[in-house]
């Protein structure tokens, strides 16, 4: 049995995959130790297959406790050390303003203060030492310093890391027990100012992810589980111990994980390349997949910081279940970013929520029944819905039923234009790929969603209230390893970028312990006299002219043109070393239950739509499918096929 378990804002999900069975567990996350919802959610799946911890030979997890440290700004107290003159790094920045028309919106606070910039004694430059490291210097200089953490971040460090290395055994030795983070080991980049940021977030996390990891472990350990795996920001999962090492890799955990379910969702029901759309209850998370594998980005900033490292390129909006429709100054009506969250919640929870929202407005309008509670056992009050919602109808001036349907309009409208922002804004055509929606509200409006962005196929997992801890079991394990090497001209030869990609290689292999990991490939190029990068997928051994002209290919979708007569650069190597994950089995089941008919609106008219429990079915729309954890909605003109896995949703 393989065992993932993701961390989310309000429920905390577990994923037991034995053969073609795949079993789930739920219980509410506990923010002050995720670890006890985890091993909650955990026994509930154990007993749900009838099974023991001694039967899982592997668990994996995903987690926000990275993600909510760096937002929330409770991380260690951490020291810079930097090249004498650059160690204001990370408060100088870019200095480019945040928001372009809001002259007062600031950048987060450094999270190391002015009093914990160490000037490190020494220089180096692209063709090597300039200045030997003063290592008495450096030892006085360290000799008054309290911290929990270290950031060391040196001018030329990723291309010439001796000096690193001998500053972190310096202090080492003069602060034992202080976790050292390098930044040619976290990410060995050039642009120094990345650099340093990343290597200051991973040395300000890794001391609380150390603590949490160790924490579930020996929870995992008294319950007989193996040793747990954790989701990196890029997709592959690592041992636990690795992670612990390296916080910075763990930012995006969480979203990882649904992502990669919803890539291998996509190959499994044989859609292609896909849009993933998780929406839950505080936001929606939107990726792309191309051949079965989460799209991966260089680089993003999260919370106002920089991170220079291999993440999933996924892209947040404040859409989910739980947002609030309100009245804006204009008399417009709009949806979020403000969320009722778990407590209390939308008014038709029941917890004394007054305000109206994205699932009070789904329960007016049919999509969801007061009389089928949701997961996790919440039960609907269609009263309190219309008092919520019918309060904002009459501040517009709209009767209740043209309240809720603008509602789930507006917030649809949302999560179309985030699509857009990963796929049109980059020259990709979402028309010609199919929306993977899951997430406990994501079915509900992937049809509506899918026909404003022109899009005729619609997927939804069965398991898609669970697909992130899904995602987690069928996960990868991996390891991303970059060099900048800087290479242009006649320097930029098969021979010289192979040599890289070899050495690179080698050092993910002996780092997963696997001599037979298979090895992927990607290349960082640009014009001459470019500021930035694109990342350009090619062989182990590539050859330039084929580079060069998947470049421009890429360029001119990108931006519209391209420049063959340009001198071209690679700028950055990067390479994957990965193992495949578990692979998704198709499984038996028997025919959907029919659950009856119930009144629904679509647009202005309401409709009898046929209401339906999981399994194998085709319908035309409208219709329902009540799936464990979420609610499908197929409006007229769709036509559904559904299966034991997933229900695919299709334009007549």
Known sequence: MILGVDVGGTFTDAALLTGDRLVTG?????????????????????????????????????????????????????????????????????????????????????????????????????????????????????????????????????????????????????????????????????????????????????????????????????????????????GGTAAAASAARHGSWTVLSGPAGGAVGAARMSAATGAGDAVGLDMGGTSCDVSVAFGGLAAVGAGRQVGGRALALPMVDVHTVGAGGGSIAWRDAGGALRVGPQSAGAEPGPASYGRGGELPTVTDANLLLGYLDAESPLAGGVELDRGAAERAVGDLGDELGLALDQTASGIARVASAEMAQAVRVVTVERGIDPRDMALVAFGGAGPLHAAQIADELGMRRVVVPNASGVLSALGLVVSERRRDLVESVLLAGDRLTRENVAAVVRRLGERGREELGEADAELRAGYDLRYAGQAFELTIPGELEPDPGELRRAFDRAHDDRYGYADPEAALELVTVRVAVALPGEDLRPAEAAAAEKRGTRRVRFGDEMRDATVLGAGEAAVDGPAIFELPGSTLVIPPGWRAQASADAVSVELT
Request: proline share 7%.
């Open 26 to 234: 739920k219980s509410p996350t506990t923010p002050g130790d995720q670890s006890e919802g985890v091993m909650d959610a955990v026994t509930e799946a154990l007993e749900s297959a009838g099974a023991a911890a001694g039967d899982v030979r592997r668990f994996v997890h995903g987690m926000t406790v990275g993600t909510n440290a760096l937002l929330e700004g409770r991380v260690a107290r951490t020291a810079l050390l930097a090249t004498e003159g650059f160690t204001d790094l990370e408060e100088l920045g870019r200095q480019a303003r945040p928001e372009l028309y809001r002259l007062c919106a600031g950048h987060p606070p450094p999270l190391v203060p002015a009093e914990l910039r160490v000037a490190v004694p020494e220089r180096s430059g692209p063709d090597g030492v300039l200045r030997e490291l003063d290592e008495e210097a450096l030892r006085r200089a360290l000799a008054d310093i309290d911290v929990e953490a270290m950031a060391v971040c040196l001018l030329w460090g990723f291309l010439h890391p001796g000096h690193e290395r001998r500053v972190a055994e310096l202090a080492d030795e003069e602060l034992p027990g202080v976790h050292v983070s390098t930044s040619h080991e976290t990410a060995g980049v050039f642009r120094e100012y990345e650099r340093c940021a990343t290597t200051v977030v991973d040395a300000a996390l890794s001391p609380l992810l150390r603590g949490y990891l160790e924490r579930l472990t020996e929870r995992a350990r008294d319950a007989r589980l193996p040793e747990p795996e954790v989701m990196l920001s890029s």
